[in-house]
């Protein structure tokens, strides 16, 4: 046990470390301390989401009877995989940090000039996030692997999958820190992400009930009358945070989508309006820096 902590411990802040110091020393890239550090807690997120849907495929697609039957993995990855949300808090500290100085970022202005007050406005900033992440470790953790008693690796494998939704977020966070937002790929990888998620994170515990229900031959309203108050209260104590990430994704996609296409009625009234200048021998000016001046999307923010 203590040596899969300790790989655990090993590989996720040594990918992080690797993939920094990579992004940094490669010449065709040289990318800045902030920047490789941004993009590299989102690869080693990616990484870790990739680890887990996989592991909980192999564990769930082996489990005939989705209570009784075992599979080495489910506690194996459980314990590999709870250094990754230590060191992922304080990976998103150090996001936190170099994003405020991003060059041109409207927080730059206001980010914090000392390491304390920084950590301060994270934490109030990240709450949920980082709450989520020590409920994984003091809770799910000791919950998942001792309290269990092997019983249920099913569900465990089928909660792993839920990370398939992770690599799109953190893809779609790259983009929105380096405006990219008028892209093609922030648009198709936004309904990736509503997609995923909406079928991996919100749908899940509904899905599991399901599966129990046709399990224990019981209605699906009537499972949870049927399961121990705690299942219940646990269920829902790690649906309600899904519930809200998802409502900050929809309403982004949303502010994405109509952006564009009021950019779109814009650039259409625009084209009209100089046509018909034109018409009346009016020349439209050019602009002295070649660029034509079009309205820009409005910035995605939440997600």
Known sequence: MLTILAAGSVFFPGLFLLSKQCLK??????WSEG????????????VQAVM???????????????????????????MFAVPYFVYD???????????????G????????????????SYLRREFLMV??????????????????????????GIMFMAELSTPSVCLGKILI?????????????????????????VLLFPYLYYVYGRYASIPFHMVPLSVPWHCNLGAALLMAPQLYWFSLICRGALRLFMGTSRSQRSRSSSSGAAKERQADGTALPQPANGYSARPTEPELTTH
């Open 105 to 120: 970022h409207e927080e730059a202005s206001a980010a914090p000039q000392h390491m304390s007050s920084a950590l301060t």
């Open 131 to 156: 709450l989520h992440h020590v409920v994984m470790v003091t809770v799910c953790f000791p919950v998942s692997v001792f309290w269990r008693q092997g019983k249920g690796d099913y569900f465990q």
């Open 89 to 103: 808090i304080y990976a998103m500290f150090m996001c936190y940090w170099y994003k405020l100085r991003v060059k």
């Open 25 to 30: 020393s490669i010449p065709a890239l040289r």
């Open 177 to 201: 820190q380096y405006k990219q937002q008028h892209t093609l790929l922030h648009k198709v990888n936004g309904a990736l992400m509503l997609i995923t998620f909406f079928i991996c994170r």
């Open 35 to 46: 920047d490789a550090v941004i993009v590299s807690a989102r690869l080693v997120s990616s």
């Open 52 to 78: 887990a849907s996989s592991a909980g495929y192999i564990i769930a697609s082996s489990c005939e009877d989705i209570i009784e039957d075992q599979h080495w993995l489910t506690s194996t990855y459980i």
